[in-house]
């Protein structure tokens, strides 16, 4: 049974009794095993191939699959019992991990086998994700939701942003497969954690007679268009995730070339994200509660627009690095409302197919985001995409401004 514990005289956080506890755990350890995952591959791709486009395959591979398969995956997760599929989900990613850290071990990693075990993961990833968005709120009391997001995301966030990068040198010092071997470990904890869950059966009305997945998936694609707040929310934060796929693909380039900041200047710029990132989940409720829900999205995408137009107008370092600090915090602060929306507004039984159709929805962004970004600093020097990024992060601000009436 789910429980509750006071903060602050204001409204109840999640207690980390009663199943929230292990999931956060087996959320954060996952994590802290996909950023040393994601940050080795990439170094390993650049080791077996001197081509630039193959090596950005292996990324672009991390989001295709939820173009392909993200609807099918909330569609799965609103039929089974999602504890199951995210306990069976995570041992099938540890096997396939793990056999790729045999392959790297015994020299036979190739940039085919990148792509293919990039392209498995998210697949599956699909399912688990949704399935995880559905769970959370069996596990904890609805007034919780928001408290219970934002202590995910900040433990996420400390253990991806803040303890994997470092640990990604050190663990390569004992071998090229090491990372790859942790993260699978981490995908069996995660696996045990979940499996020791008990929920009972999630609660759904019965699927009318030939229901279908193709109906179930256009039904959750319906109820997120017909839906003011969230259909509106769903365009704001596809806007902001073009801006993001076009200032993540050119930060690189924005700091060591524009600024003459180096790799050095790079990890403080990606430091201050995530430190900014963290101060973020821990606020996040708080703000929401003084604000409300919507006018705490339009105030974060108020400020992080001044961000990025801070960032290109004034092209220092101790600028940039302060400005990525400030544009995490309200990203988690955006990232936490958008979730809680999603659990307190989707109909019993659909919340699945809803996440699914908003993070695919969403998700599409990114890669688009990445080739204007390009294109942009290409053609009009490193510090246009995030001038871009700008412009997109307003014209999100603006699409969701009649929500907060």
């Avoid at 697949?123 to 202590?151: E, M």
């Avoid at 700091?255 to 963290?278: H, K």
Wanted: charged share 10%.
């Amino acid at each position: 049974m789910a429980t509750t514990e006071a903060v602050g005289g204001s409204r109840a956080a999640p207690a980390w009794r009663g199943g929230f506890g292990r999931l956060w755990t087996a959320a954060v350890v996952s994590r802290f095993g996909d950023s040393l995952r994601t940050a080795a591959l990439p170094l390993l791709a650049a080791s077996l191939t001197d081509g630039p486009f193959l090596i950005a395959s292996v990324t672009a591979c991390g989001f295709l699959p939820w173009l392909f398969f993200g609807l099918l995956g909330g569609a799965v997760a609103d039929r089974v019992d999602q504890r199951r599929a995210m306990w069976a989900v995570d041992l099938v990613r540890g096997g396939l991990v793990a056999a790729f850290a045999a392959a790297v071990a015994l020299g036979h990693a190739t940039i085919a086998l990148l792509l293919v075990l990039a392209f498995a993961l998210t697949t599956l990833q699909t399912l688990f994700d949704n399935a995880a968005t559905a769970l959370l709120p069996a596990l904890v009391p609805a007034d919780t939701l928001a408290g219970a997001n934002a202590r995910l995301m900040t433990g996420q966030q400390l253990a991806g942003g803040l303890l994997a990068g470092p640990a990604v040198p050190v663990l390569l010092l004992a071998g090229p497969a090491v990372p790859y071997a942790a993260d699978a470990v981490t995908y069996v904890l995660a696996a045990l954690l979940i499996a020791s869950l008990r929920t009972g059966a999630p609660g759904r009305p019965p699927r009318p007679a030939g229901s279908t997945l193709r109906k179930e998936m256009a039904e959750g694609l319906a109820v997120l268009r017909a839906d003011r707040h969230l259909g509106r929310l769903c365009t704001a934060t596809t806007l902001c995730n073009v801006g993001m796929g076009a200032l993540i693909a050119t930060l690189v380039v924005h700091v060591t070339d524009g600024l003459r900041a180096g790799n050095a200047g790079y990890a403080a710029t990606i430091t201050g994200y995530a430190l900014g990132a963290v101060a973020g989940g821990f606020l996040a409720r708080r703000i929401a509660e003084r604000t409300g829900r919507m006018r705490a999205v339009f105030l974060a995408g108020t400020v992080q627009t001044g961000c990025l137009l801070l960032m290109g107008a004034v092209p220092v370092l101790a600028v940039t690095i302060g400005a990525m600090a400030v544009f995490g915090f309200m990203g988690t602060v955006w990232n936490v409302q958008q979730t809680t929306l999603m659990q307190e507004r989707a109909p019993e039984g659909m919340l699945g197919r809803i996440a699914a159709a908003f993070r695919t929805l969403a998700v599409a962004g990114a890669p688009l985001g990445a080739l204007l970004g390009g294109a942009a600093a290409a053609g009009l020097g490193p510090h246009a995409p995030v001038l871009l990024a700008a412009a997109l992060f307003a014209l999100a601000v603006a699409s969701s401004a009649p929500l907060i009436n």
